[in-house]
């Protein structure tokens, strides 16, 4: 399997700032990358997938960029409702793996 | 609009089958390139992708957990059910069922998710 290695586990950051997170796979996934964000209630939407590609409605703040091993998500001014779990997704090779999560916190 | 939900059993005991119900709208997994997957999360760990079926009945499963899954869908075509057998403690989590989508020939990724059914594995 594809170990999904991402960092930080944690991030208390401010609001308006600018932060990013890291996303390392265990071999080369060749941009098969996908970013989720999960709420404390537990719900789960897309943010970016292919590594570059914003989903629709996801604000314009989020981008996400790399290759090869490594890929980010990047979060340009940060918004209250920014403060959340991220993790990243490989689906290169089955079984389709998930990083271990980024919890962005509020500093 | 898209929408899934989770159903299943709150709690059951170690050795027994779960079985778990994703019932959608907004969607029929007969069209030709849906697909639905499982997805589990441990409390305070990260997500496990588990199985798959797509519009053509075609089944995907999680190597480690393989031998355990069993994965199917209704003749309607809007529900999808999952089922564990031989459970431990290890299986207690939150399980979510997602709507796969494709976006050309390099994308894809889980598009809707449902809310998420917690299911406690105790004695």
């Known amino acids: 399997d594809i170990q999904m290695t991402q960092t930080p586990s944690s991030m208390p950051a401010s609001l308006g700032e600018r932060v990013t997170i890291s996303c390392r796979a265990s071999?080369?996934?060749?941009?098969?990358l996908n970013w989720y964000q999960q709420k404390p209630d537990g719900t789960i939407k897309p943010l970016i997938y292919y590594t570059s590609n914003l989903q629709s409605g996801v604000p314009s703040r989020f981008s996400g960029s790399g290759s090869g091993t490594d890929y980010s998500l990047t979060i340009s001014s940060l918004e209250p409702e920014d403060f959340a779990m991220y993790y990243c997704q490989q689906y290169d090779s089955s079984p389709w793996t998930f990083g271990g999560g980024t919890k962005l916190e509020l500093k | 609009q898209v929408t899934l939900k989770e159903s299943g059993p709150g709690m059951l005991q170690p050795s027994k089958t779960l079985s778990l119900t994703c019932s959608f709208s907004?969607?029929?997994?007969?069209?030709?390139?849906?697909?639905v997957s499982w997805i589990r999360q441990p409390s305070g760990k990260s997500l496990e992708w588990l199985a798959a079926?797509?519009?053509?009945?075609?089944?995907y499963y999680n190597p480690s957990l393989k031998s355990r899954l069993t994965v199917s869908k209704d003749t309607s075509n809007t529900q999808v059910f999952l089922k564990i057998t031989s459970v431990d403690t290890a299986d207690t989590a939150t399980y979510y069922c997602a709507r796969l989508t494709t976006e050309g020939i390099v994308s894809y990724y889980f598009d809707y998710w449902g809310q998420g059914v917690m299911v406690t594995v105790s004695s």
């Open positions: 071999q080369g996934i060749s941009n098969y």
């Open positions: 079926i797509d519009w053509d009945g075609d089944k």
């Open positions: 907004g969607f029929s997994l007969s069209t030709s390139g849906m697909v």
